[in-house]
């Protein structure tokens, strides 16, 4: 069996808000709800969803950025939840952070060098020179010129920034990348780049991937398993390729439907959205889904679904989970 790189168990978070008068009672922003999984070494696991569904909030708890109310992760069997600076600081070579913008992550008054080395603090000390070695080495692995550790951001394209940023995220050697949305502030073409050199990366060094994305494409090209978000839970789960050709939530089918078709592409009959967002403020009884589903009934506003079993190792929290992918064959 493959080592167990991330996992998240019962994972919970909930952001207070300001009360609208002095006895009115608390309110929460209720970003994620108990979300649970496992990604195995060397592979990549990616998270969909709207935006506002708690990706973000997810990957921030994920690598210890900001406090957890309940729930675990675990890194290569350590736990993050709860620890400290000072104890997080020698676990943190093992897991690193891709952020979204390219433009925006890199400090600008620092050399490329100083950026990507700037991980190593939480190693034992290196020598100048080796840290001199091991920045021109993860240089070369992202197709940069060991001679670039002496510009800085302002004399790259936003591809390239964006390679440095990976180029930073390696430089500990670690287990795992969580990688937010890293490609959608790029061109169409450089986004393709990067995601080859996201997969050549994992071939030569075993990286493991927490992937975010709201791209479905990019996520079916890159990722071996997938987890659909809808208002902080997780709502479909299970291997690419079966998730994608036979969703078993009516949310899933709807975010695959959205997707152009070519003209000469086989057609198939679309779910289209129906009725309002239910805000991520509020807590009901029943499916959190149920206002915008096509399909809801009154079983649906009595009864909350659970992430069960529709297939093998494909799960879906839906009453009708299984009819869904009987009709997608």
Known sequence: MNKTVLKVTDLVRHYPLPKESLLAPPRFVYALNGVSFTVEEGKSFGIVG??????????????ALEDTDAGSVQILGNEVVGKTFNELRPLRQHFQMVFQDPYGSLDPHHTVGRIIAEPLAALEPLSRQEREDRVKEVLSSVGLKPTDMSKYPHEFS??????????????????????????????????????NLLRDLQDTHGVTYMFISHDLAVVEYLCDEVAVMYLGSIVEKGKTEDLFARPAHPYTRILLDAVPQP?????????????????????????????????????????TPTLK?????????????????????
């Open 50 to 63: 709207e935006s506002g569904c708690g990706k973000s909030t997810l990957a921030r708890n994920v690598m």
């Open 158 to 195: 936003g591809g390239q920034r964006q390679r440095i940023a990976i180029a930073r995220a390696l430089i500990t050697r670690p287990a795992l990348i969580v990688a937010d949305e890293p490609v959608s502030a790029l061109d169409v073409s450089v986004q393709a780049q990067v995601l």
């Open 263 to 303: 003209a000469s592409g086989k057609k198939r009959d679309r779910i289209r959205l129906t009725g309002n967002v239910t805000g991520q403020t509020e807590k009901r009884s029943g499916c959190a889904f149920q206002d915008r589903c096509p399909m809801v009934d009154d079983r649906c506003k009595r009864e």
């Open 309 to 329: 079993e529709v297939e093998d190792s494909h799960l879906a929290a839906c009453h009708f989970s299984r009819e869904l992918v009987e009709k997608a064959g």
